[in-house]
């Protein structure tokens, strides 16, 4: 069985391995037809693999264990690799724009469309596989680096999908305009994409806090398994790639050894990560003069 991290590093070498397959598939469909649309989907696919290299790089350094300049590890480069994305598809989707202005300007029909549409379809189907199996991969091991790749194939996908469709029209009907027409509808989904991206990713280098889900899922798990003391309040949790940070004060009676609030406080530990998996857990004990009767109260 692979490691976490061994999983996430074989996924982002198959990943670069499907975007160099995927590139090559659209770059023979443009040099068949002369399509500006095509073209630009092949200028987008450049970046799947230019993502992709960063995405290896990024998981590789993720999965190095702490250092003395990195007590906490080094979890967060998935984020940083993940906004480098961003950025690039926002560069992406400028250089595609200006493709569509010059191909308003210089309109012409496209050669040999059949060839090229299979081509550009069955890279397509490629990547609709792979960035589902890249986004289910992403959230079982709480990789941004893959959940972000996998959205950005994805819109891969989709963009192909509608250019296709597009595609067909453009023999049938003759608008010339259609082609530098799709080539900037894929722009602004390339756009929204890269945006959506980095607003996601820039959450999670912000120490952005769980979703109420995970939350409630913290302060359940804290309730049942500190079983001898009183509350827990003051809690804090942050994800950052696939480990959970958590803090909190954990209010026990006066009267209690420390050996045995530092059993509980181990109980406690063991419950969140079994349910939450990796986590960097730190608990301050206080005593019962201390409670502020909010937060979490412990279950008999």
């Not at 992406?92 to 309109?107: D, R």
């Not at 012409?108 to 189907?125: C, E, I, K, R």
């Not at 995970?214 to 359940?220: C, D, F, S, W």
Request: charged share 15%; net charge negative.
């Amino acid at each position: 069985m692979f490691s976490d991290s061994s999983t996430k590093i074989l996924a982002a070498w198959c990943s670069l391995a499907v975007s160099m397959v995927a590139l090559g598939m659209k770059y023979t469909a443009w040099r068949v037809t002369g399509s500006i649309a095509l073209y630009s989907d092949a200028i987008e696919t450049i970046i799947n693999v230019v993502s992709a290299i960063a995405g290896l790089w990024a998981l590789r350094v993720a999965s190095l264990p702490p250092d003395q300049n990195h007590t906490y590890g080094h979890y967060k480069a998935e984020y940083l690799s993940a906004v480098a994305e961003g950025v690039l598809v926002v560069i992406t989707a400028i250089t595609i724009a200006h493709e569509a202005w010059v191909g308003f300007h210089n309109l012409h029909a496209p050669m040999d469309s059949l060839l090229g549409l299979t081509f550009n379809g069955g890279a397509g189907v490629l990547n609709l596989v792979w960035g589902l199996t890249m986004l289910r991969l992403g959230r079982a091991h709480h990789s941004p680096a893959l959940v972000a790749g996998g959205h950005h194939v994805l819109s891969d996908v989709w963009a192909s999908a509608a250019l296709v469709c597009g595609f067909i029209l453009i023999p049938l009907t003759g608008w010339l305009w259609l082609d530098p027409l799709l080539a900037a509808l894929i722009a602004l989904n390339v756009l929204r994409t890269g945006w959506d991206m980095m607003r996601s990713s820039i959450g999670g280098l912000m120490d952005e806090a769980p979703d109420s889900e995970t939350l409630g899922q913290i302060r359940a798990i804290i309730s049942q398994t500190a079983t001898g003391a009183l509350e827990a309040h003051d809690i804090r949790a942050r994800i950052v790639g696939a480990m959970t940070f958590i803090e909190f004060h954990l209010v026990v009676p006066g009267t209690m050894s420390v050996e045995n609030a530092h059993h509980i406080c181990d109980r406690i530990e063991a419950g969140l990560r079994a349910g939450l998996g990796e986590a960097l857990i730190n608990i301050h004990v206080e005593p019962e003069r201390k409670a502020k009767h909010t937060g979490v109260l412990v279950l008999p």
